[in-house]
């Protein structure tokens, strides 16, 4: 049950609230030692403590910020738990009017004290409600001057070619806090996934082998899929500002073209996968189909006669077949050694010309006047005559983006199949899985056809492959 209000004989049971402050604003004393500081103030005053309430980087300004601690200390006023506040500075308590009136209500009904090192004040004298009115008008009038020298002081920065620096982790991958100077080591590390994925390889894939040498992003987390994606598609990359056109203060990690067709070769893949999916662990999950059904294949365990487990297989698990079954390592030595046969075959073909260069720029240009046109086809002000020309221009914008993404996609193809031709039997077994499945899909069509005669053993002629599509296949 809520306590009546205390007065002025009652012992003051007291809440300390602590928040971090912008260094812009002054004093950046830790929350911690604000804790420690209103604890021997509580001591001097002999009031005791109740709780703690800390509000971790939160604004006690913006109208939209919600302080978390901040509405559980009011409650338990509201609620008698406590009558007192300890702060380390007024401006950590309150820097607007509304908190002020807040308190001020909760005086009238609880009968509520506020201490601080500069001194205590009774939330019911007007007397004090006068002082720290004024003084929640000069810390609001101190935000608002700051808000204004940080906008301006982000105007400088634009015309100077500059960002804001900071993210996750106080700084983006491969620069330093401040945003300009380079971290050699780092950006060496995103020259490579940028040429890994021009040789074909996905971003997941990438990811964790990078993750797996040590390296992780400024907040101190592994590499994922989407943050290698995010990362290269950026134009701080290229040396840009966010606006991916004008010329930013640092120095470039990639050059222009190379970063366009980064950009486009991981949309381009994007396409053809529309939704992220786990990491496959087999070299011809998902590729083989079944002779009987033409069904993609899976991994499956067999069961001998004891229902252990004893070998993983690839099964057809189509709903009316399921009748094709093959042992996983034998079928997967044969088909690497297969397109290893190819990839060193001194008379492969060559597999299609790679993307012309301009590709990239012209998608960059593209995509500028896709998200322009979508804009205005999205403004109430357009007429029914003018939207219908902004459709069909994007129409015709979407036509020309599928077209160089398939362009893409061919000189993907091809720089994969250059940067592996010639391989050994014991460099293929150390690639990624990642990339040995993409040679596959390259070179082969994987049929696993119905056992020819019964018994044990791996028989070649129950596997069929054909040339893939489009590829550098050829026949068994």
Wanted: a positive charge.
């Amino acid at each position: 049950m809520p306590s009546r209000p205390a007065g002025n004989g009652d012992p003051v049971q007291a809440g300390i609230y602590c928040r971090i402050s912008l260094a812009a604003m002054g004093d950046t004393t830790k929350v911690d030692d604000q804790e420690r500081i209103c604890r021997e103030l509580a001591a001097r005053l002999g009031w005791g403590v109740v709780d703690v309430y800390q509000d971790h980087a939160r604004s006690a300004w913006q109208p939209n910020r919600k302080r978390k601690q901040w509405d559980r200390m009011v409650a338990d006023i509201e609620a008698g738990r406590i009558n007192g506040i300890i702060v380390y500075h007024g401006d950590r308590l309150l820097r607007t009017h509304e908190d002020l009136l807040t308190l001020i209500r909760l005086a009238r009904s609880r009968g509520i004290k506020l201490a601080s090192p500069a001194g205590t004040r009774d939330l019911g004298s007007y007397d004090d409600q006068f002082i720290l009115e004024i003084e929640a008008s000069m810390a609001k009038r101190e935000s608002a001057n700051t808000s204004r020298r940080r906008k301006a002081q982000y105007d400088r920065w634009r015309t100077e070619g500059r960002v804001r620096p900071g993210g996750r982790g106080g700084r983006a991958f491969g620069f330093q806090t401040d945003g300009v100077t380079l971290v050699d080591a780092e950006c060496d590390v995103i020259r490579e996934m940028a040429g890994r994925v021009l040789r074909g390889e996905s971003a997941g894939t990438i990811a964790r082998d990078v993750s797996a040498r040590g390296f992780r992003t400024p907040a101190g987390s592994e590499f994922t899929h989407a943050t290698v994606r995010k990362m290269l598609a950026r134009p701080r990359c290229a040396g840009l500002m966010p606006d991916g056109e004008s010329r930013a203060a640092w120095e470039p990690v990639l050059d222009r073209e190379t970063w366009e067709r980064v950009r486009l070769a991981l949309d381009a893949r994007a396409e053809g996968f529309g939704h992220a999916t786990n990491a496959r662990r087999w070299l011809l999950s998902g590729i083989a189909a079944c002779g009987l059904c033409s069904s993609p294949m899976s991994i499956s365990p067999s069961k001998g006669r004891s229902r252990k487990e004893y070998e993983n297989g690839y099964a057809c698990t189509a709903p009316g077949c399921r009748r094709v079954y093959r042992s996983a390592p034998l079928l997967d030595a044969y088909v690497g050694r297969m397109t290893v046969n190819r990839l060193s075959h001194p008379l492969a073909p060559e597999a299609e010309a790679p993307a012309a260069p301009d590709s990239a720029a012209e998608w960059a240009a593209l995509a500028r006047e896709q998200a322009e046109t979508q804009r205005l086809a999205a403004s109430y002000s357009a007429s029914a005559g003018r939207l219908s020309l902004l459709m069909a221009r994007l129409d015709a914008i979407d036509a020309r983006m599928a077209e160089l993404r398939e362009r893409e996609a061919g000189g993907t193809l091809a720089r994969l199949l250059e940067a592996y031709r010639g391989i050994t039997w014991e460099q293929w077994l150390a690639l990624p899985l990642e990339v040995r499945r993409a040679l596959v899909s390259a070179h082969f069509r994987v049929t696993v056809l119905p056992a020819s005669r019964r018994g044990p053993g791996f028989r070649t002629e129950d596997v069929r492959l054909e040339p893939a599509s489009g590829g550098a296949g050829g026949s068994r």
